[in-house]
């Protein structure tokens, strides 16, 4: 984080521990009732007020002020709260289905959270996304991690322009993340001949998956990462359920472009996470519409996405429309993020960003309330 980024979370801090939790009489920050505090360089600010459970309608008042407060400050133009009610203790990520046992996942080391970008029909632009909404993440502050997971076609090298560096082994053994835009990053792209066809099987595909999950020093002699996205493959397929297995995922955003021939598989990619317990904070609309001199043109249907969302009972995350910019930034190497910081669409991820991570706070804990300004 930026030394203008710290100065204004170290302002927000102050400002919040101002405001006195009502139980202990001390300051909400001292009290640790104030959770997962973010800084966009672009103001805007996004934390969580955790109160104990039975005690949501009594920290109503507490977060109105916190949000005012916060509000009040130089430099912030938009806040977002979270008021989360709670039992005291340990927070469980994900709670099993009804009737069934939970999933048992073992978690990544020095790593807060883990999101996953899925598709389930390849060809809708899923990998882009998860590289600009990871640099999204960055923007607003938090320490990111990217692991592209597409052992059959991976993508990151190009993405990223990156295609030419290898990870080295620490003493300890374990692959140091390569660091891109502020990024660390990895890719079984970086490591075997990007003109070598991936002719693996199932067995093979899921032992590369656990050699980059768990050989990987995410955040060993570095600060520890906040957040760490995830680059599906495209389907339902042996790589997710090896995932499902192997980590406590905070949650899954699902990309799909709007006709039909792909929103059935993204039905189907919204179940598989259903029953592998893992939340999907939303779905996103990829090629939502092409911007002509003529008006907005819907070249693969209008709305789908959001419709299916809606059908399947999960959050909509917002369109993204059809960019010639971001294609020439991918085919660059740097993503659109970072090389177009005011550009409308990037404010667009960002909201993408932000609303996926107040929806992986809901589906953390119960009986929440979110209030926007």
Do not use: C
């Not at 309608?57 to 002020?65: G, M, N, T």
């Not at 660091?179 to 660390?184: P, T």
Request: hydrophobic share 50%; net charge neutral; proline share 8%.
């Amino acid at each position: 984080m930026n030394t203008s980024l710290q100065a204004r979370r170290d302002a927000i801090s102050r400002a919040l521990d101002a405001i006195k939790d009502p139980l202990s009489g001390n300051g909400l920050v001292t009290a640790g009732r104030v959770g997962n505090l973010l800084v966009s360089a672009d103001g805007g600010v996004v934390f969580a007020i955790e109160a104990p459970a039975g005690e949501a309608q009594r920290f109503a008042a507490v977060r109105d002020a916190a949000e005012a407060a916060v509000r009040a400050l130089e430099g912030v133009a938009k806040v977002t709260v979270v008021l989360t009610a709670h039992a005291e203790g340990p927070a469980k990520p994900h709670a099993p289905h009804p009737n069934q046992p939970p999933r048992q996942a073992q978690g990544i080391p020095h790593v807060a959270m883990v999101v996953a970008v899925a598709s389930a029909k390849g060809g809708v632009g899923k990998s882009t996304v998860a590289v600009n909404l990871a640099a999204a993440f960055a923007a607003m502050g938090m320490r990111t991690g990217l692991l592209d997971l597409d052992v059959y076609g991976p993508s990151l090298p190009t993405l990223l322009g990156i295609g030419g560096r290898k990870p080295v082994f620490g003493p300890d053994k374990m692959l140091r993340p390569i660091e891109a835009h502020g990024l660390r990053t990895m890719s079984i792209g970086y490591i075997v001949d990007p003109e070598q066809a991936m002719i693996w099987r199932g067995a093979m595909a899921t032992s590369a998956v656990r050699q980059m999950i768990d050989e990987v020093a995410w955040g060993h002699e570095l600060a520890p990462l906040d957040i760490l996205v995830l680059d599906l493959p495209p389907g339902t397929g042996d790589v997710q359920l090896t995932l499902a297995q192997r980590i406590p995922l905070d949650g899954a955003i699902v990309v799909s472009t709007p006709q039909e021939m792909a929103l059935a598989d993204v039905r189907r990619g919204i179940m598989m996470f259903d029953k592998t317990h893992i939340p999907v904070l939303g779905v996103v609309e990829n090629m939502a519409w092409l911007e002509t001199p003529a008006g907005r043109v819907h070249i693969f249907g209008d709305g789908g996405a959001r419709r299916t969302a809606t059908a399947a009972g999960v959050p909509f995350l917002g369109e993204l429309p059809i960019e010639v910019a971001l294609r020439e930034s991918a085919d660059a190497g740097t993503p659109f993020v970072i090389a177009n910081p005011d550009h409308p669409l990037t404010a667009r991820f960002k909201d993408i960003a932000a609303a996926a991570l107040a929806n992986a706070a809901l589906a953390a804990k119960p009986a929440p309330t979110i209030r926007f300004e």
